[in-house]
């Protein structure tokens, strides 16, 4: 069970700030800074509704991962595997 704790401590987002680029500055709970690259996400849907700049500006961290207004979130392992650390 600790296996899985420590795992799911490394996954948990804590903070996250969003760019111009359709960029995600994420920071985990470890302290990890990493920067998540939307775009390649935005054709998918629900996710391309973040197309729209104004509604991508919205993102904030519940539960542990990134979420939008409409129920649009990421889980957090995806934003962890796919990002890059800054």
């Known amino acids: 069970m600790n296996e899985v704790g420590s795992t799911e401590t490394l996954l948990d987002v804590v903070s996250v700030v969003t760019e111009q680029d359709y960029a995600l500055l994420i920071v985990f709970k470890n302290g990890q800074r990493r920067r998540f690259d939307m ?22 961290v519940a539960h542990g991962t990134v979420i939008w207004p409409g129920n649009i979130d990421i889980a957090p392992e995806t934003l ?6 800054i």
């Open 80 to 85: 962890w595997d796919k990002s890059e650390p």
């Open 39 to 60: 775009k390649p996400l935005l054709d998918k849907k629900p996710l391309s509704k973040l197309k729209d700049m104004p509604l991508f500006l919205k993102a904030t």
